[in-house]
Structures are given as structure tokens and as C-alpha cells.
């Protein structure tokens, strides 16, 4: 079969938007706060709907993080917004002490993650974002494919008993699933049940991982995606019984290689199932200012650079014999 084509959907921002004006219909104790880019994260449709419960205080990211806490220990629910990399690496510290220490009930949205933003440049993309969140104990750190995906967490964010960070994106995306799909934090989406190499992704690489499948299976070789839209907690059970039946992992990311979700796919399968891996992500450098589509090709996060990093994974797996059982 030809490399499947996606219908072209909202941008994870906008779902997210849309679900978080929906639950705060339904829930008085939703409450959002915005660090100036109200229009860029789409937090602003909350505004417009709520504003006794909604404040926008300007270019203060940790000011923004504490501001929420105290929010949250009252019986709210904040819903905090900015650029992934504004809101992780500007409140870390905020984050760390007032949100993860404390134990807060604080759901942070990080827009604008990866190099899809394009030609805004480096000082506006959040590649270390999604490291810096699974570092912060008692966190549940989520990254969706699509907007259905984005609309069912940001739900889920609200019904979680404890800190969440969702990684929203800047383009529209393909669409990966229907309406009305059903998500759980901690448990992957199952695509396919190919045998000779496991492709975990999350995120705008989900599609590209699944085009890469198809590519694939047209040299036979047979692959399973898992859509590992939670990178914490991971979804062991689900990666393990896919890398035991295929022996041989991919992970794809839009993200800094270290720290996200190949290192955690990584540490996983070191402790239980020491299997070949590759790994699809952006290497230790900051990308250019570009269209999405040139970025994404220059910096090898496409279909193309997964089906290559499979190859070489089913390639280690053939010299290395089959995963033992455990």
C-alpha cells in the first residue's frame, strides 16, 4: 500500500483552547492565567468566556507559576499558559519548589513546542521542554498527536489529581484520530501489529511514524506503532510486550534527543529488555529559522529518517539474535 495521507487538522493550541472554555463551562473551579501571549496559545477564547476567572499579567513567567499555586491550594483548578519554552525554562524554578515540591493541583500548557514552529527561530522554540518537565517529581507530562488528542488531555489534565504539563504545537497537524477517541494518562495507542520493529512516538511524529510504516512495509518489513503521547508515567506494559514480539525499537521526537521520550523508552528497556534502539529526535544543536516542512526535513524528523532508523535497529537486531525472554 502507497504511504497513507492524513487529513489536515486544527493545531493542537486550538483544541486546547476549545477544551478548556468546554470544561470550565462544566467546572467553576477552572481558572486560567496567560504570560502575555494569550493569542498564540489560544488561552484567550477562555478569557473572552470567563474573565472573572481568567488573568493575563504580562512577561511573568514565575510570577505566573506562583500565582497559580496559590490558586490551586484554595480548591482551583489553574490551567497556566505559555511557550513551551517560556513557562519551562523561565518558571523552573517556580515549577519545581511551588508546583512539584508542594504538591500543587497546577496544570501547565507549553505551546510552540519543537522546530514545527518555524520561522519564529530558536529563541522561541521549546526543544528541552519536555526533559525539564519529566524532571520535576509528580508530574504527569503529556504530548499529543493531534487535536483530538489535545482535546481529550487537556480534559484529563483537569481530572488528574496532581501537576500535568501538556506540549501543544504551533501548525495544524494531521489528523490521527477520530472524534470521540478515547485516551488514558500512562497508556499508549496501539497502531498496527507488525512484528519486525516497534516505532514509538508522540506528538506531530505520530503521523510521520505511521507514513514510515508504510514505507516499510512495502520492503517487508512489518512495524508496530505505539503513540506514546504520555512520556510520564511511561507505558511499560504496553512497550515491552511490543519490543518483546518485534525486538527492535525506534523512538521519533520533536524534541532534543536527551532527556524526553527516548531516553525514558531507553532507561525502560535497559532495566527489563535490552533490545536494539534507534532514535529519531533533534541532535545536540538548536535548529534555524525555517518553514516547518524545511525544518522538520533539514533536522531528519520525517517518515524517511524513521524508516532509516528502523532499518538499522531490524539490521542490529538480525547480527545481535533475538531478545531473550524474561
Known sequence: MPVREFELGPATRDAYGDALCEIGAEDPRIVALEADLSKSTKSGKFGKKFPDRYWNIGIQEMDMVGMACGLASTGRIPFISSFAVFVMAKGFDQLRMNVAYAEENVKVVGSHGGISIGEDGPSQMGIEDVALACLLPGFTVCVPADAVAAKAATRLAAEHDGPVYLRLGR???????????????????????????????????????????????????????LDMHTVKPLDEETLLRAARECGAVVTAEEHLVHGALGSAVAQCLARHLPVPVEFVGLEDTYAESGTPQQLLDKYRLTHRFIADAARRAVARKSSAGAPAAH
Open 171 to 225: 501548525p495544524k497537524v494531521p489528523l490521527v484520530y477520530r472524534e470521540g477517541e478515547r485516551f488514558t494518562f500512562g497508556k499508549a495507542k496501539v497502531h498496527g501489529a507488525g512484528g519486525d520493529v516497534c516505532l514509538v512516538a508522540n506528538g506531530l511524529l505520530v503521523a510521520e511514524a505511521l507514513k514510515a510504516a508504510d514505507l516499510l512495509r512495502e520492503e517487508g518489513i512489518e512495524a508496530t506503532v
